[in-house]
């Protein structure tokens, strides 16, 4: 166990393969699917791996209150609708989301390479997880991706008061010669839900600007926050690029929007369910024959980003990997309690 500070919590390291089993245990005893089991344990362990604290195995009590609150089905069965066109439709059935990306990845891919682009459309899931997760799993093939998704009406719009926007998310992936690919993944509000969540847990301040009470008063008080309203990144910039999101990955596919999802919830406070939308894009479809240039003017322009001594997203989420393999995840040791109870150890 490391020491503790306010900002750097005390941490058990726990083996991959160790706190794999205990997360799959826990989602069993919920009386998850074996297939749900295996999927979220994987993307929540991945996060877990990657220090991304508000998306890892937290996301575990998450999942229980959700399944506590009887609204998603255990055993849902996504149902997969690839119909040699470039949209593969995927029906979640109101089970949780890892499940259905799963089962809609391979036909997405097929037709990526058969059309040059691809849409995957996730329709009436749980969502709970970050996206990189599946923009990794899609650049491993050497194709591009843009996943969007809404979630809980708990972003005001700039310049209003009241939560409208989720806190929907925005992930991109390049793919790259060598292990890592080029990925970004942020929520487009000030400060994502998950992260709100583990403030309020450790009784923290949230940053300034991220958001307002119930009389939309600025606020950095977690729980005033999240009575009144989160604001969006960059203003009006942030604000739009959100209503992208309600658009696209809840509009245009027929699916809940944030505040839909919200009605939905009915006060259970519990994970958003709506769909979500992923884009899949065949770089040598794009290369007009020559896709070493395509790759070689790529990787100059991700270059010249850090040769100026700035780093490139999700440089920090491969260090963690790396660190983790070496030593084990780390898991600030509060959560772990909270886990190893979950699975009843
Ligand atoms: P962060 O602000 O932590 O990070 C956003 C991105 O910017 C990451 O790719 C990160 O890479 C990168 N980054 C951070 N600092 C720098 C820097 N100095 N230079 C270059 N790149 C940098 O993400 P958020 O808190 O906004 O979101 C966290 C997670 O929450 C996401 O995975 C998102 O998918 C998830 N989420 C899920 C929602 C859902 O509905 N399912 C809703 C909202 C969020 P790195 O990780 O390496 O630091
Ligand atoms: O962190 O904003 C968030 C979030 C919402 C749904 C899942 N994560």
Known sequence: MTSASADFPAMVQVPEAELTSIVQRALARMGLSDAHVQAIAKVIVAGQRDACQSHGVYRLITCADAVRAGKVRLDAEPTV??????????????????????????ALVEATRRHGLGALVIRHCFHFSALWPEIEAITAHGLAALALT??????????????????????????????NPYVFDFATSA?????????????????????????????????AVARGAMLAFGGHKGSALSTMVELMAGALIGDWTS????????????????????????PAAFADGDQATQTAR???????????????????????????ARQGIAVPVELWHDIMALADL
């Open 298 to 324: 790529a990787e100059q322009l991700l270059d010249s980003i850090t040769a100026q001594g700035a780093r490139l997203p999700s440089q920090r989420r491969f260090a963690a990997r790396e660190a983790s």
């Open 81 to 106: 609708r690839a119909t040699g066109s470039p949209i593969v439709q995927v029906d979640a059935q109101f089970g949780f989301s890892p499940l259905a990306f799963e089962r809609g990845l391979p």
């Open 150 to 179: 809404p979630s809980h009406a708990w972003v005001a719009p700039a310049g209003g008061s009241q939560p409208l926007f989720g806190t929907n998310p925005i992930a991109f992936g390049w793919p790259r010669p060598g292990p």
């Open 191 to 223: 400060i994502a839900r998950g992260d709100l969540e583990l403030h309020r847990r450790a009784g923290q301040p949230l940053p300034e600007g991220c958001g307002v009470d119930a009389d939309g008063e600025p606020s950095t008080d977690p729980v």
């Open 259 to 282: 505040r839909e999802s919200l009605t939905f919830d009915d006060g259970a406070g519990v994970a958003p369910c709506h769909g979500e939308l992923v884009l899949a894009f065949d």
